[in-house]
């Protein structure tokens, strides 16, 4: 059993002070403390704690050490996951955790955990509300969910940043896998005019779209 005292030296001797104060500056958050470890390291650590769930009653004084409670998590089975997502999602405090944590057992359990997805999404805490939008891009993006995605869209608070930007990020997947289907919800403006906008820039960014798709998106502009 790998105590807090031994995970923090591992951290340590694997930290690269460059990398931290660039992370760090990413984060965007100064409260948060970062060691300035790199995230295949961290899931090497994590593999500590596949059979041990003591790193949970871990303090979330790092960055590191909230993540790996994240990658842990997210590799359990669907059973287990779900007793650990709320305390989880409350850890959640910046873009790059919360973007990192997928856990894959919600793909062969979607219907299931909708619940939890209505539920973060009706919080009013900024990252609860982007876990719930980069979830459904993550294990939702089918056409049978379409018409779910589009509702949280429009529910989601895109007054907060980086609610707008997750919601931006996963109409602009929707855009590229469904275009059609996108091209007709984006002409009907049910977005706010700067989520609108920005999700055709960045779906408009991608490869995978021709530039006859690209201009047609453009003239949606409002």
């Given at each position: ?12 001797q ?34 500590q ?34 007793l ?46 982007r ?35 997750a ?56």
């Open positions: 059993m790998t105590s807090y005292p031994q995970l923090l030296a591992q951290l340590n694997l930290a690269d002070e460059n990398y931290r104060d660039f992370h760090k500056k990413l984060l965007n958050n100064p409260a948060i403390n970062v060691i300035g470890v790199r995230v295949p390291q961290l899931r090497k650590l994590s593999g704690f596949a059979c041990d769930d003591g790193i949970f009653a871990f303090p979330d004084e790092y960055y590191e050490v909230t993540f790996i409670k994240l990658i842990v998590a997210s590799k359990k089975d669907y059973g287990a996951f779900v650990l997502a709320d305390k989880c999602v409350s850890l959640i405090d910046n873009w790059a955790t919360c973007d990192s944590f997928k856990a894959n057992c919600i793909s062969s359990h979607r219907q299931e955990f909708l619940t939890y997805i209505q539920k973060y999404l009706s919080d009013g805490r900024e990252f609860y509300q876990y719930a939008l980069t979830a459904l891009l993550h294990f939702y993006m089918s056409e049978e969910y379409l018409p779910l995605i589009f509702s949280c869209l429009e529910r989601a608070d895109t007054k907060k940043y980086y609610v707008h930007m919601a931006a990020w996963l109409m602009a997947e929707v855009a590229v896998r469904f275009y059609d289907t996108a091209l007709n919800y984006l002409k009907e403006c049910r977005l706010d005019r700067r989520t609108h906008n920005k999700s055709i820039s960045k779906a408009c960014e991608s490869f995978r779209l021709s530039d006859a798709q690209k201009n047609n998106l453009k003239k949606l502009k409002r």
